[in-house]
């Protein structure tokens, strides 16, 4: 990476980090610890269905999807969490399989949260943690069975070395689950999105640092790293109830005074509570929800 690069993508992160920083204790207070959307089906969708037992159901049937395997002599022993927030799946991970886990975030507020949360459930000795950069991490090679990333991807800018460095840390053999928001598949006239629809992507990155690209997209990164397995599967259905859930909990008296606590009176937005940037991209077909597994070769 060149220097220009590099130093924006420092930026990019501190930006990251610092709005985490916050906003990671507002979501604790409004959810707990699990920060990312949960899954509903047709036996799940009430009106409000608890958010944290939804996003609990999101891991569940992530790992069904993946086939991962309870097997004791098969099940995953050492697990990384990339960009794990306060550690919820890491710590969910980590007891379902009574196996060693790691978790990496960029926000140091985020970190030690998780230290503590971790030490309060009895886990120090299992499940760790450490402030890191997605695409340049510590681990050796092949150190993990099982790489579990939910809604992290969306904020990293160089997918390539992304996916090359979520391959390097797999082991022969290791299942790679990731969980994000794609923009939609080009057909095969296209090369790129329409203009609007560019513009519009535009404005909901430069608000939340994220940025998109397809399914098609991940999956043709996975074929260059010779995984295989590979799986994938559009949820948009399954996690469309979540942002009203959501929004229930965050203009909820309890949801405002959080806000208010954490960010104070004056950056106070009834436009950012009621999330509507991502949500409305969403529904009109522009960004889906999608799960992509895929096995590094043993």
Same mark, same amino acid.
């Given at each position: 990476?060149?220097? =220009?690069?590099?130093?924006?993508?420092?930026?990019?992160?501190?930006?990251?980090?610092?709005?985490?920083? /916050?906003?990671?204790?507002? +979501? =604790? *207070?409004?959810? $707990?610890? #699990?920060?990312?959307?949960?899954?509903?089906?047709?036996?799940?969708?009430?009106?409000?269905? %608890?958010?944290?037992?939804? &996003?609990?159901?999101?891991? *569940?049937?992530? @790992?069904?999807?993946?086939?991962?395997?309870?097997? !004791?002599?098969?099940? !995953?022993?050492?697990?990384?969490?990339?960009?794990? $927030?306060?550690?919820?799946?890491?710590?969910?991970?980590?007891?379902?399989?009574?196996? &060693?886990?790691?978790?990496?975030? +960029?926000?140091?507020?985020?970190? =030690?949260?998780?230290? /503590?949360?971790?030490?309060?459930?009895?886990? *120090?000795?299992?499940?760790?943690? =450490?402030?890191?950069?997605?695409?340049?991490? &510590?681990?050796?090679?092949?150190?993990?069975?099982?790489?579990?990333?939910?809604?992290?991807?969306? #904020?990293?800018?160089?997918?390539?070395?992304?996916?090359?460095?979520?391959?390097? +840390?797999?082991? !022969?053999?290791?299942?790679?689950?990731?969980?994000?928001?794609?923009?939609?598949? +080009?057909?095969? @006239?296209? &090369? %790129?999105?329409?203009? %609007?629809?560019?513009?519009?992507?535009?404005?909901?990155?430069?608000?939340?640092?994220?940025?998109?690209?397809?399914?098609?997209?991940?999956?043709? @990164?996975?074929?260059?790293?010779?995984?295989?397995?590979?799986?994938?599967?559009?949820?948009?259905?399954?996690?469309?109830?979540?942002?009203?859930?959501?929004?229930?909990?965050?203009?909820?008296?309890?949801?405002?005074?959080?806000?208010?606590?954490?960010?104070g009176w004056r950056q106070l937005s009834i436009r950012a509570l009621m999330m509507p940037s991502l949500f409305d991209r969403f529904k009109n077909g522009q960004l889906k929800y999608c799960i992509l597994?895929?096995?590094?070769?043993?």
């Amino acid at each position: 990476m060149d220097t =220009e690069g590099k130093t924006e993508s420092e930026k990019m992160n501190k930006a990251i980090a610092t709005a985490y920083d /916050v906003h990671s204790k507002i +979501l =604790e *207070e409004i959810a $707990g610890d #699990h920060f990312h959307i949960g899954f509903y089906d047709s036996s799940t969708i009430i009106p409000g269905t %608890d958010v944290h037992s939804a &996003q609990t159901r999101t891991i *569940e049937a992530a @790992l069904r999807f993946a086939s991962v395997s309870e097997d !004791p002599s098969k099940k !995953p022993r050492n697990i990384l969490d990339v960009g794990c $927030g306060i550690g919820g799946s890491t710590r969910y991970l980590a007891s379902k399989y009574d196996a &060693q886990a790691k978790g990496i975030t +960029l926000s140091p507020v985020e970190a =030690e949260r998780a230290r /503590v949360l971790t030490a309060s459930q009895g886990l *120090e000795s299992q499940v760790s943690f =450490e402030v890191a950069d997605a695409l340049n991490q &510590q681990f050796e090679d092949g150190a993990f069975d099982l790489i579990w990333c939910i809604e992290c991807a969306d #904020h990293i800018n160089d997918k390539t070395k992304f996916v090359h460095e979520m391959s390097r +840390l797999a082991a !022969p053999g290791a299942t790679i689950i990731l969980l994000t928001w794609c923009h939609r598949d +080009l057909s095969p @006239l296209e &090369q %790129d999105l329409h203009p %609007d629809e560019k513009k519009l992507l535009n404005q909901t990155e430069s608000g939340n640092r994220v940025k998109w690209i397809s399914a098609a997209d991940y999956i043709n @990164l996975f074929k260059s790293c010779s995984l295989q397995d590979i799986n994938y599967a559009d949820w948009s259905p399954h996690v469309a109830p979540h942002y009203a859930e959501m929004r229930k909990s965050t203009l909820s008296w309890k949801g405002i005074m959080s806000y208010i606590r954490h960010v104070g009176w004056r950056q106070l937005s009834i436009r950012a509570l009621m999330m509507p940037s991502l949500f409305d991209r969403f529904k009109n077909g522009q960004l889906k929800y999608c799960i992509l597994t895929c096995q590094k070769p043993r």
